[in-house]
């Protein structure tokens, strides 16, 4: 996409995603649903105003299940997956076919590894899936333990961030334009290359569509032995620095049996470093990729 058609993009889009993060109303961002007799039911209204906010509004909200320390912790997995499979068919995220993810710390910090939802430590804003053919339009991580300390979610509306950086850096915009080879943090299919070659940024149905995960990026082009130039270099550390500027980004602190379900494609989301403590049950979310689209 060339950047007068990017700009126009900007310029049409609907007000709404460009949130300020002092501005959010969070309340209304939050949902209870109900769950009786061990049974969770979303009703269609609560469903239809999640996905209108996800889709069609700032890009994310909170879904509270009532009760949730009166469950086991395998017991609030099985309604994580109900929960997000109200909202659309859950895609596979692993050669097994696995529909969830346990996102939790299996190394130190001192050890990173590529899959870096396997940390605890500074990780980056990003979009799910960047790396692969077929996306999650949306997706969900729900709280079964937080963190001690830190481990808070944080939110950026990809409209915001690009605003921000259209008006600063007007003079470096192409390498919005261009493809990046993508680093496979893990394979989803046994066919699949390690890397492979995608644009950045494309106006898909209507809406910006991005494939932002910097430190895959680097990887990948690395791995290639394909270096970035001069302007793309600026463009990921101006872009980066913007993406994770506080008053662009809402933090959020999930609590157990919270679910945070947020727009894939123009929704950039990452998690406060945080410390397990021996002390309590270690942070887990459990992570669902949706295809909310097709259902
Ligand atoms: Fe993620």
């Not at 991580?141 to 939110?155: D, K, R, T």
């Given at each position: 996409m060339q950047t007068n058609a990017l700009l126009d993009h900007l310029a049409s889009a609907n007000p709404i995603f460009f949130w300020d993060p002092s501005k959010l109303e969070v309340e209304r961002l939050c949902f209870h649903v109900d769950f009786k007799a061990g049974t969770l039911n979303v009703s269609s209204g609560v469903r239809n105003d999640i996905l209108n906010n996800v889709f069609d509004g700032p890009g994310f909200s909170i879904i509270r299940v009532p009760n949730a320390d009166q469950l086991t912790d395998n017991e609030l997995e099985e309604v994580s997956h109900v929960l997000a499979g109200a909202f659309g068919a859950l895609m596979p995220q692993n050669e097994a076919g696995d529909t969830f993810y346990r996102v939790q710390a299996k190394v130190s910090a001192d050890r990173p590894e590529y899959r870096l939802s396997n940390t605890s430590g500074d990780t980056s804003m990003h979009t799910d899936c960047s790396y692969g053919d077929e996306r999650p339009s949306a997706i969900s991580?729900?709280?079964?333990?937080?963190?001690?300390?830190?481990?808070?979610?944080?939110?950026a509306s990809g409209y915001r961030v690009l605003s921000e950086y259209a008006k600063s850096h007007h003079d470096n915009m192409s390498p919005l334009s261009r493809s990046y080879f993508y680093h496979r943090s893990h394979k989803r299919h046994a066919d699949d290359e390690q890397v492979a070659e995608y644009r950045l940024l494309d106006v898909v149905n209507g809406t910006?569509?991005?494939?932002?995960?910097?430190?895959?990026?680097?990887?990948?082009?690395?791995?290639?032995?394909?270096?970035?130039?001069?302007?793309?270099?600026?463009?990921?550390?101006?872009f980066e620095t913007l993406a994770n500027r506080a008053d662009l980004v809402f933090r959020y602190p999930l609590?157990?049996?919270?679910?945070?379900?947020?727009?894939?494609?123009?929704?950039?989301?990452?998690?406060?470093?945080y410390s397990d403590s021996p002390h309590a049950p270690k942070r887990l979310m459990i992570r669902h990729w949706i295809d909310s689209r097709t259902s």
């Open positions: 991580l729900f709280c079964i333990n937080p963190a001690v300390e830190g481990g808070e979610s944080m939110i910006l569509s991005f494939r932002y995960k910097w430190p895959y990026i680097e990887l990948g082009h690395k791995v290639k032995g394909v270096f970035l130039g001069e302007n793309e270099t600026h463009f990921f550390s101006s609590k157990r049996g919270e679910c945070l379900i947020g727009n894939n494609k123009w929704i950039f989301h990452n998690r406060a470093p």
